[in-house]
């Protein structure tokens, strides 16, 4: 079975420049979570969604971060404009049972912000 | 949960011996804890979970053990070998609904 699958694996932009992370979740699952994963901060939740809405957003860091989720099947983490501190990874993961029950996280979009 | 720092905690083990990775955490409401394993350049893969209801669980040559009283979370891997090498951490959820991270443990393995 596929699992939880995000592009682009790399990216390395320049600062100021908008930068879109993709994520589809597992066929069946009805919760998807973005996380920031940092050395100095660990993993970090931005935003989760249950049935496509989002339910809490308290974790992303500005304005200048927005998600949406158009889609059972398909995600967006948008960072615009881009800031060398954005750098990290991002992982999407996706939950059948929301926030109570185990997360089966994507590969990860490794950012690289100049 | 546990403190921000640069540096994760380390544990390095002989191949073949027990490993004993702990976590601390600090809601007492959190009713529902995970332990993931991250291996370099990959995702957090779920090892075994268990809810406040119970103070241990077991899987395949994992255990996992609760300490509500003081509030703390063990992980047990039997035999280890050096696949197990990778960063563990535990998470935690309660009330809130969301699913929060420790800062990782890295396990390395010697042969």
């Known amino acids: 079975d596929a699992g939880v699958i995000q592009s682009p694996r790399h990216e390395v932009t320049e600062m100021g420049q908008e930068v879109t992370l993709r994520c589809k979740p597992i066929?069946?699952?009805?919760?998807l979570f973005w996380y920031r994963q940092t050395m100095m901060r660990g993993l970090e939740l931005l935003i989760y969604?249950?049935?496509?809405?989002?339910?809490?957003d308290s974790g992303m860091p500005e304005d200048r971060f927005s998600a949406k989720m158009p889609n059972a099947s398909f995600s967006t983490l948008k960072i615009q404009p881009s800031e060398p501190r954005d750098s990290a990874v991002y992982f999407c993961?996706?939950?059948?049972?929301?926030?109570?029950?185990?997360?089966?996280f994507g590969e990860g979009s490794r950012l690289t912000v100049l | 949960g546990e403190s921000v720092g640069l540096h994760l905690p380390t544990l390095s083990v002989q191949e073949g011996d027990n490993s004993i990775i702990n976590c601390a955490y600090s809601?007492?409401?959190?009713?529902?804890f995970i332990w993931y394993k991250q291996e370099s350049g990959k995702g957090p893969q779920f090892i075994i979970d268990?809810?406040?209801?119970?103070d241990k669980r077991q899987g395949q040559r994992v255990t996992v053990l609760l300490n509500k009283t003081v509030k703390h979370l063990s992980l047990q891997i039997a035999a280890t070998q050096p696949g197990d090498s990778a960063v563990y951490f535990c998470?935690?959820?309660?009330?809130?609904?969301?699913?929060?991270f420790g800062q990782g443990t890295t396990l390395q393995v010697k042969p």
């Open positions: 993961a996706s939950s059948a049972r929301g926030t109570g029950g185990e997360l089966f």
């Open positions: 066929s069946g699952h009805n919760s």
């Open positions: 969604f249950n049935n496509n809405v989002p339910i809490d």
């Open positions: 809601n007492s409401a959190s009713d529902y």
């Open positions: 268990i809810r406040s209801n119970m």
């Open positions: 998470a935690e959820s309660g009330n809130t609904g969301k699913l929060i």
